[in-house]
């Protein structure tokens, strides 16, 4: 049973328009959500991260907003730039208890067109 | 600074045969996570070491994989014998030092094919 979902496979959107990424979560231990992005044949990198502490955190064009109630958190970013064309991931780790082990979602593709 | 370097890159192999990644972690990591991915999902965990400790290999398959980190520094996984559904991306992480615990530095990944 998937823990982290992303239930959009894929994303498209104009360049210098918002893209707005969902990610859902059905464990309520979860303290410590992330999003990752991958490009083709590299490993994934770090973008921006949120403790369950805050309901935002913002990074330049980046923001991730988290509601615990709803078990969801949402990446933001604008505006959308062709470079932003990527795999992106969310995961999510109860750091309290597992000592961060992370638990990703599947994986949105944002295609970002100019 | 350097990122985590993972070799080899690709890997095909036939099935039955023997394999194994290496990997480097960034400077001053002291925890260690080997990933599986499969196509279309994302990074699946099978173990972390806290310097040589395996903290975690609740879902390392034990029949075929093992891996080691003798010295605390750089990892090494092997699957023996290969089956074909072991076919995936092998992603090796990093964390620690001053960048926290909880946001993990990823390699390239070696992506391994089995014939």
């Known amino acids: 049973d998937q823990q982290v979902k992303q239930n959009s496979p894929s994303l498209s959107v104009q360049e210098g328009r918002i893209s707005i990424l969902n990610c859902d979560y059905t464990n309520s231990m979860f303290d410590y959500f992330l999003w990752y992005k991958k490009y083709p044949a590299e490993g994934p990198t770090f973008l921006i991260s949120?403790?369950?502490?805050?309901d935002k955190n913002e990074d330049g064009r980046f923001t991730v907003f988290l509601n615990k109630s709803a078990k969801h958190l949402s990446l933001h970013i604008v505006p959308s730039q062709p470079g932003d064309s990527a795999v992106y991931f969310c995961?999510?780790?109860?750091?309290?208890?597992?000592?961060?082990?992370?638990?990703f979602g599947k994986g949105t593709k944002l295609s970002v067109k100019p | 600074e350097a990122g985590v370097v993972q070799s080899p890159r690709y890997k095909i192999i036939e099935k039955k045969q023997p394999v194994a990644f290496w990997c480097n972690p960034i400077?001053?990591?002291?925890?260690l996570y080997w990933y599986l991915q499969n196509l279309g999902q994302g990074p699946e965990l099978l173990i972390r070491y806290e310097n040589e400790e395996a903290v975690d290999d609740s879902q390392l398959p034990k029949d075929r994989f093992s891996a080691e980190r003798l010295k605390g520094v750089d990892s090494t996984l092997k699957i023996q014998p290969a089956e074909l559904g072991d076919s995936a991306v092998y992603l090796c992480a990093s964390s620690g030092g001053t960048s926290g615990a909880n946001e993990q530095f990823f390699g390239p990944g070696t992506r391994l094919t089995v014939l």
């Open positions: 995961a999510a780790s109860d750091y309290g208890g597992s000592q961060g082990n992370l638990i």
């Open positions: 949120i403790s369950s502490i805050k």
């Open positions: 400077s001053g990591h002291n925890t």
